[in-house]
């Protein structure tokens, strides 16, 4: 293969990342050409290494690299609460606020009629499942404060509060239509702490 064919294939790859334009996917890859091969090799080793080794958690649905993630193996974790997310980024979002000692669940989307999104594309079954064998006294629903995510949330309190265990919602004051994932710290550990029941 050529260099220029080389190179051009490595263009393309970074180039589907998300948010890299075609002058980072340039620069990433003349670095690349430049840097030494251990260099390199770590960076392509770090990437098969999480493909090869995280999976979701069998129970939240997580990340996880063994059966279960790190926060359902945490004999600490406080059960009698879940807290409802869409995506594993958001779990971290929520860790890093240091204000929530509960387990979590990940619905690996939100309800989105428009892409076809239902409650059976998600895990909702898995989640009602726990609900009936976990000792669960409130659910709090932690979706982005935009169309979707109140559909999702007034979906899921509609579904599980005739379960007889509380729902809950994050507080007002997270910018609406922004990403939790974006919120700081403060302002999200705030509106978990804040929250209100559904
Ligand atoms: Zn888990």
Redesign the pocket.
Known sequence: MSADRSLQILLDELGRLPGIGPKSAQRIAYHLLEADADEARRLAEAILQVKQQVHF?S????Y?TGD??A???DASRDRGRICVVAEPRDVSAIERTGSYRG??HVLGGVINPMEKIGPDQLTVRELLARLGSEDVEEVIIATNPNIEGETTASYLARTIKPLGVTVSRLASGLPVGGDLEYADELTLGRAIEARRAL
């Open positions: 958690c129970r939240c649905f997580n996880a279960e993630c926060i359902c193996e387990l979590y």
